[in-house]
């Protein structure tokens, strides 16, 4: 079992910085793949970023590429999110989740086996 807990969320206006965390445990990083997706109200939960196992490769949605950045800290067993130059459209509830296998894509969220419980960003215009 994996389990995961995010924090860091809040309100900020536009231009501004947030950085979410996702604390991880029952299992290290280096065993498990981590995604943050979001879910606006009215819209499908759909992905942000992710890591691979072992934090060797990085990937991005179009929407944040450039803006964001995904990391890991394996001393805490916690995954980053660095989210710059905040915009009104970011808003929604974050939520980071876990993959133990290969199996599915990054940007799936069916492929994701664990999740967190979310935080909610607010970007103001």
């Known amino acids: 079992q994996v389990q995961l807990v995010e924090s860091g969320g809040g309100s900020v206006q536009a231009g501004g910085s947030l950085r979410l965390s996702c604390a991880a445990s029952?299992?290290?990083?280096?065993?498990?793949?981590v995604g943050w997706f979001r879910q606006a109200p009215g819209k499908e939960r759909e992905f942000v970023a992710a890591i691979s196992w072992g934090g060797e490769e990085t990937n991005y949605a179009d929407s944040v590429k450039g803006r964001f950045i995904i990391s890991e800290d394996n001393a805490k067993n916690t995954v980053h999110l660095q989210m710059n130059s905040l915009k009104p459209e970011d808003t929604a509830v974050y939520y980071c989740?876990?993959?133990?296998?290969?199996?599915?894509?990054?940007?799936?969220?069916?492929?994701?086996?664990?999740w967190g419980q979310g935080t909610q960003v607010t970007v103001s215009s």
């Open positions: 029952g299992r290290t990083l280096a065993s498990i793949a």
């Open positions: 989740a876990a993959r133990r296998y290969t199996t599915g894509s990054y940007y799936d969220r069916r492929a994701y086996d664990y």
